[in-house]
Protein backbone atom coordinates (compact mmCIF):
# COMPACT_ATOMS: atom_id res chain seq x y z
CA UNK A 1 0.00 0.00 0.00
CA UNK A 2 2.44 2.38 0.63
CA UNK A 3 4.55 1.76 -2.62
CA UNK A 4 1.51 2.43 -4.40
CA UNK A 5 0.70 5.49 -2.51
CA UNK A 6 4.48 6.37 -3.21
CA UNK A 7 4.13 6.20 -6.90
CA UNK A 8 0.74 8.19 -7.21
CA UNK A 9 2.92 10.54 -5.10
CA UNK A 10 5.62 11.00 -7.54
CA UNK A 11 3.09 10.54 -10.75
CA UNK A 12 0.93 13.62 -9.27
CA UNK A 13 4.19 15.88 -8.94
CA UNK A 14 5.65 14.90 -12.36
CA UNK A 15 2.34 15.91 -14.04
CA UNK A 16 2.42 19.11 -12.17
CA UNK A 17 5.86 19.94 -13.13
CA UNK A 18 5.25 18.57 -16.98
CA UNK A 19 1.69 20.16 -17.49
CA UNK A 20 2.68 22.90 -19.55
CA UNK A 21 5.22 20.82 -21.65
CA UNK A 22 2.22 18.57 -21.84
CA UNK A 23 -0.35 20.98 -23.55
CA UNK A 24 2.87 22.60 -25.24
CA UNK A 25 3.53 18.84 -27.10
CA UNK A 26 0.08 19.30 -28.68
CA UNK A 27 0.85 22.32 -30.37
CA UNK A 28 2.48 22.19 -33.85
CA UNK A 29 4.34 25.51 -34.21
CA UNK A 30 4.40 24.49 -38.10
CA UNK A 31 0.61 23.90 -38.46
CA UNK A 32 -2.13 26.91 -38.57
CA UNK A 33 -5.31 27.14 -36.64
CA UNK A 34 -8.43 26.30 -38.19
CA UNK A 35 -12.33 26.91 -36.85
CA UNK A 36 -14.18 24.60 -35.31
CA UNK A 37 -17.03 26.25 -33.83
CA UNK A 38 -18.27 30.06 -32.85
CA UNK A 39 -20.46 30.84 -29.59
CA UNK A 40 -22.58 34.40 -29.79
CA UNK A 41 -21.27 36.08 -26.44
CA UNK A 42 -22.58 39.93 -26.29
CA UNK A 43 -19.38 40.98 -24.20
CA UNK A 44 -16.92 39.06 -25.98
CA UNK A 45 -15.31 42.75 -26.94
CA UNK A 46 -11.41 42.72 -25.99
CA UNK A 47 -10.87 38.69 -25.17
CA UNK A 48 -11.65 35.12 -23.56
CA UNK A 49 -10.21 33.19 -20.83
CA UNK A 50 -11.02 29.39 -20.81
CA UNK A 51 -10.64 26.95 -18.28
CA UNK A 52 -11.81 22.46 -18.06
CA UNK A 53 -15.15 23.66 -17.91
CA UNK A 54 -16.38 27.04 -19.00
CA UNK A 55 -14.99 30.35 -21.07
CA UNK A 56 -14.75 34.04 -20.26
CA UNK A 57 -16.21 36.03 -22.46
CA UNK A 58 -14.16 39.64 -21.52
CA UNK A 59 -15.33 43.44 -22.29
CA UNK A 60 -13.73 46.04 -20.74
CA UNK A 61 -15.78 46.43 -17.25
CA UNK A 62 -18.16 43.32 -18.06
CA UNK A 63 -17.15 39.61 -17.97
CA UNK A 64 -19.47 36.79 -19.32
CA UNK A 65 -19.16 33.19 -17.36
CA UNK A 66 -20.21 30.24 -19.99
CA UNK A 67 -20.37 26.50 -20.17
CA UNK A 68 -18.34 25.17 -22.96
CA UNK A 69 -20.94 24.41 -25.20
CA UNK A 70 -21.83 28.26 -24.77
CA UNK A 71 -24.66 28.48 -21.87
CA UNK A 72 -24.30 31.80 -20.35
CA UNK A 73 -24.10 31.38 -16.77
CA UNK A 74 -23.23 34.56 -15.08
CA UNK A 75 -22.01 38.26 -15.55
CA UNK A 76 -20.37 40.80 -13.45
CA UNK A 77 -20.06 44.22 -14.25
CA UNK A 78 -18.39 47.30 -13.16
CA UNK A 79 -20.54 50.20 -13.56
CA UNK A 80 -17.74 52.87 -12.11
CA UNK A 81 -15.01 53.67 -15.02
CA UNK A 82 -13.05 55.39 -12.76
CA UNK A 83 -12.49 51.71 -10.46
CA UNK A 84 -12.21 49.78 -13.64
CA UNK A 85 -12.37 50.87 -17.32
CA UNK A 86 -10.60 48.91 -19.35
CA UNK A 87 -9.42 45.32 -19.04
CA UNK A 88 -7.77 43.91 -22.32
CA UNK A 89 -7.13 40.10 -21.71
CA UNK A 90 -7.57 37.29 -18.85
CA UNK A 91 -6.22 33.88 -17.91
CA UNK A 92 -7.56 31.31 -15.44
CA UNK A 93 -5.00 29.41 -12.99
CA UNK A 94 -7.05 27.55 -10.61
CA UNK A 95 -9.91 29.20 -9.38
CA UNK A 96 -8.53 32.53 -10.38
CA UNK A 97 -9.38 34.60 -13.30
CA UNK A 98 -6.36 37.23 -13.78
CA UNK A 99 -6.74 40.32 -15.88
CA UNK A 100 -4.91 42.93 -16.92
CA UNK A 101 -6.58 46.09 -17.10
CA UNK A 102 -5.65 49.86 -17.58
CA UNK A 103 -6.98 53.00 -18.37
CA UNK A 104 -6.24 53.18 -21.49
CA UNK A 105 -7.31 55.22 -23.55
CA UNK A 106 -6.12 57.69 -20.89
CA UNK A 107 -2.82 59.38 -20.37
CA UNK A 108 -0.57 59.10 -18.40
CA UNK A 109 -1.26 55.18 -18.21
CA UNK A 110 -1.85 53.26 -15.29
CA UNK A 111 -2.62 49.90 -15.02
CA UNK A 112 -3.50 47.25 -12.75
CA UNK A 113 -3.82 43.25 -12.04
CA UNK A 114 -7.40 42.38 -11.11
CA UNK A 115 -8.43 38.60 -9.90
CA UNK A 116 -11.45 36.91 -9.51
CA UNK A 117 -12.83 34.10 -8.48
CA UNK A 118 -14.21 32.01 -11.27
CA UNK A 119 -16.75 30.32 -8.84
CA UNK A 120 -18.20 33.35 -7.91
CA UNK A 121 -17.04 35.63 -10.27
CA UNK A 122 -16.20 38.32 -7.97
CA UNK A 123 -13.03 40.25 -7.43
CA UNK A 124 -10.76 38.91 -4.94
CA UNK A 125 -7.85 40.70 -5.56
CA UNK A 126 -6.18 43.51 -6.87
CA UNK A 127 -2.64 44.25 -7.98
CA UNK A 128 -2.09 48.36 -8.70
CA UNK A 129 1.08 48.76 -10.96
CA UNK A 130 0.42 52.91 -11.09
CA UNK A 131 1.61 54.34 -13.61
CA UNK A 132 4.59 52.31 -15.23
CA UNK A 133 6.26 51.80 -18.23
CA UNK A 134 2.62 51.63 -20.56
CA UNK A 135 -0.70 50.06 -20.92
CA UNK A 136 -1.21 46.47 -18.85
CA UNK A 137 -2.71 44.26 -21.84
CA UNK A 138 -1.60 40.74 -20.63
CA UNK A 139 -0.07 39.20 -17.48
CA UNK A 140 1.33 35.59 -17.64
CA UNK A 141 2.70 33.32 -14.96
CA UNK A 142 6.17 31.85 -15.44
CA UNK A 143 8.44 29.65 -13.36
CA UNK A 144 7.98 31.40 -10.27
CA UNK A 145 7.58 34.54 -11.51
CA UNK A 146 5.56 36.56 -13.29
CA UNK A 147 5.51 38.21 -16.91
CA UNK A 148 3.57 41.20 -17.96
CA UNK A 149 3.09 43.13 -21.19
CA UNK A 150 2.76 47.19 -21.29
CA UNK A 151 1.60 48.59 -24.55
CA UNK A 152 2.57 51.78 -26.52
CA UNK A 153 0.61 52.80 -29.17
CA UNK A 154 0.92 55.11 -32.38
CA UNK A 155 -2.93 56.25 -32.81
CA UNK A 156 -5.33 56.32 -30.18
CA UNK A 157 -4.34 55.77 -26.51
CA UNK A 158 -0.86 56.98 -27.22
CA UNK A 159 1.46 58.99 -25.09
CA UNK A 160 3.29 62.38 -26.35
CA UNK A 161 6.76 61.33 -28.01
CA UNK A 162 6.15 57.49 -27.75
CA UNK A 163 5.11 55.07 -30.12
CA UNK A 164 4.51 51.06 -30.91
CA UNK A 165 8.34 50.91 -29.99
CA UNK A 166 7.97 51.94 -26.59
CA UNK A 167 6.29 48.69 -25.59
CA UNK A 168 7.98 46.06 -23.43
CA UNK A 169 7.96 42.94 -21.49
CA UNK A 170 8.53 43.10 -17.99
CA UNK A 171 9.40 39.91 -15.45
CA UNK A 172 8.65 40.37 -12.18
CA UNK A 173 9.05 38.22 -8.92
CA UNK A 174 6.13 36.80 -6.75
CA UNK A 175 6.16 40.15 -4.76
CA UNK A 176 5.30 42.03 -7.89
CA UNK A 177 8.76 43.39 -8.29
CA UNK A 178 10.44 44.22 -11.62
CA UNK A 179 13.51 42.01 -12.36
CA UNK A 180 14.39 42.12 -16.38
CA UNK A 181 12.37 43.45 -19.39
CA UNK A 182 12.84 43.36 -23.34
CA UNK A 183 11.47 44.99 -26.23
CA UNK A 184 9.49 44.24 -29.33
CA UNK A 185 11.95 42.94 -32.66
CA UNK A 186 11.49 45.96 -35.06
CA UNK A 187 9.95 43.63 -37.93
CA UNK A 188 6.92 42.95 -35.36
CA UNK A 189 6.34 46.62 -34.62
CA UNK A 190 6.34 47.67 -38.04
CA UNK A 191 3.74 44.71 -39.00
CA UNK A 192 1.37 45.35 -35.99
CA UNK A 193 1.65 49.53 -35.96
CA UNK A 194 -0.26 51.58 -34.80
CA UNK A 195 -1.39 48.76 -32.33
CA UNK A 196 0.90 46.19 -30.25
CA UNK A 197 0.50 43.17 -28.92
CA UNK A 198 -2.58 42.22 -27.40
CA UNK A 199 -2.37 39.14 -25.65
CA UNK A 200 0.29 36.64 -24.65
CA UNK A 201 0.66 33.07 -23.26
CA UNK A 202 3.63 31.22 -22.16
CA UNK A 203 4.19 27.75 -22.96
CA UNK A 204 6.91 25.59 -22.79
CA UNK A 205 9.72 28.69 -23.29
CA UNK A 206 7.22 30.46 -26.08
CA UNK A 207 4.84 33.37 -25.58
CA UNK A 208 1.90 32.75 -28.36
CA UNK A 209 1.18 36.22 -28.94
CA UNK A 210 -1.76 38.35 -30.88
CA UNK A 211 -1.76 41.60 -32.23
CA UNK A 212 -4.88 43.44 -32.42
CA UNK A 213 -6.02 43.01 -35.97
CA UNK A 214 -4.48 40.38 -37.90
CA UNK A 215 -4.70 36.84 -37.97
CA UNK A 216 -1.72 35.62 -36.74
CA UNK A 217 -0.36 34.30 -34.01
CA UNK A 218 3.08 35.73 -32.98
CA UNK A 219 5.48 33.61 -31.39
CA UNK A 220 8.39 35.35 -29.08
CA UNK A 221 10.83 33.70 -27.05
CA UNK A 222 12.99 35.42 -24.40
CA UNK A 223 16.54 36.11 -26.20
CA UNK A 224 19.73 34.66 -24.81
CA UNK A 225 21.55 38.10 -24.27
CA UNK A 226 19.98 41.33 -25.47
CA UNK A 227 17.60 43.59 -24.92
CA UNK A 228 15.12 42.12 -27.64
CA UNK A 229 12.46 39.89 -27.77
CA UNK A 230 13.07 36.61 -30.39
CA UNK A 231 10.59 36.23 -33.08
CA UNK A 232 10.88 32.79 -33.81
CA UNK A 233 7.51 32.00 -36.05
CA UNK A 234 3.96 32.57 -36.67
CA UNK A 235 1.06 30.68 -36.94
CA UNK A 236 -2.33 31.57 -38.96
CA UNK A 237 -5.08 31.94 -37.19
CA UNK A 238 -9.42 32.13 -37.76
CA UNK A 239 -8.68 35.12 -35.03
CA UNK A 240 -9.11 38.27 -36.05
CA UNK A 241 -6.68 39.48 -33.10
CA UNK A 242 -7.03 40.29 -29.08
CA UNK A 243 -6.97 38.45 -26.44
CA UNK A 244 -6.34 35.12 -27.22
CA UNK A 245 -6.53 31.45 -24.67
CA UNK A 246 -5.14 28.44 -25.31
CA UNK A 247 -6.82 25.13 -23.25
CA UNK A 248 -5.16 21.91 -22.02
CA UNK A 249 -6.57 20.22 -25.80
CA UNK A 250 -3.77 22.72 -27.11
CA UNK A 251 -7.02 24.64 -28.79
CA UNK A 252 -7.47 28.23 -29.00
CA UNK A 253 -10.23 30.34 -28.26
CA UNK A 254 -10.30 33.94 -29.13
CA UNK A 255 -12.75 36.69 -29.95
CA UNK A 256 -14.56 38.16 -33.91
CA UNK A 257 -15.30 41.76 -31.76
CA UNK A 258 -17.41 43.05 -34.65
CA UNK A 259 -19.93 40.19 -34.33
CA UNK A 260 -19.72 39.73 -30.54
CA UNK A 261 -18.67 36.33 -30.89
CA UNK A 262 -15.75 33.53 -29.36
CA UNK A 263 -14.68 31.26 -31.55
CA UNK A 264 -12.48 28.16 -30.92
CA UNK A 265 -10.24 26.63 -33.27
CA UNK A 266 -7.73 23.21 -33.42
CA UNK A 267 -5.19 22.39 -35.46
CA UNK A 268 -6.48 19.34 -35.70
Keep these: MRKKRLTLLFLCAFCAQTGSNLMAQKIDSNRDYQEV ?12 AVDKHHFYAIENNHITKFTLDGDSVTTWHEPN ?15 KLYCAHSN ?4 PMASSIEVFDTRTMQPIESVSLGIDVGSCVWVTPGKKCWYV ?4 YAGKGKEPGKDVSWSQLVQYDLKWRRMQAWVLPKELVK ?13 DNTFYCMGRDHKKCYLLQLPKYGLQLDWVGTINVPIPGQAIAIDEDGDMWGIDRK ?3 VIKASQK
Design 81 to 95: KDKVRHINSGFVKGN
Design 149 to 152: FFAH
Design 37 to 48: KRFNAYYARQGV
Design 104 to 107: YPKV
Design 259 to 261: NRQ
Design 191 to 203: EISPASVSSGILI
